[in-house]
Each structure stands twice: as C-alpha cells, then as structure tokens.
C-alpha cells in the first residue's frame, strides 16, 4: 500500500487536531471559576425553594457543608413532588459542592 504525500498527510493532521481541540473545548465543564477560585453556582430560577435558597446562600458564603446539608434538606422533601426540573437542579447544586470540597465519591453515589 502506498503511502499519502506528505501534503495530505499534513491536512489530516490538522484537520484531526483541530477537531480533537473543538471537542474538547465543547466538553469542557459549565462552572465558573470565581476570583478565589472557587465555582459560582447561582440560582437559575426566584421560584427555588427557601432551603435551596439558603443552601445557595450558605455556598456563595463558603459553608459548603452547610450549603449540602441545606441542599438534602430540599431534596428529601421535594421527592414528594413532582417536580422534575427542581430535584434536578438540587441534585446538582449538591453533586457540585461534593465536588467543591474534593468527596468525589459522594457526588457520584448521589442517587
């Protein structure tokens, strides 16, 4: 098998790492880092219960402990309802802030 010149040999490789270089950017993750280093979560919507509020709260403040335990809070209470979106974006205030404080394991066994 013969080989390609070498000036298409050349586009395939840019064209592959401008490729890889585009996905990786797309993947990259949606958290902002602060000035002190630390993600921002901000409340997406005002109609947030008072313990998501609080746990927001408590996390821009940075009692990210407080912030969690908050967060389950608001969380074993909205699995009585219905909604969704809400227990979603709890779920990852949650998952976020288990990050933040480096258990990993938590934020990944968070059911």
Known sequence: M?????RIRRI????FLTTLTLCLW???PTLTIGQKGSAEITAKSSALTQPVQ?????????????????????LSNQ????????EISIRTYIARAYQQVGQISEAISLN
């Open 2 to 6: 013969q080989r390609l010149p070498y």
């Open 12 to 15: 395939w490789l840019v064209l």
């Open 26 to 28: 797309l993947a990259h």
């Open 54 to 74: 609080q746990g927001l709260q408590l996390y821009q403040a940075g009692d990210i402990q407080g912030a969690i335990k908050s967060w389950e809070a608001a």
């Open 79 to 86: 699995q009585h309802h219905s909604n969704y979106s809400e």
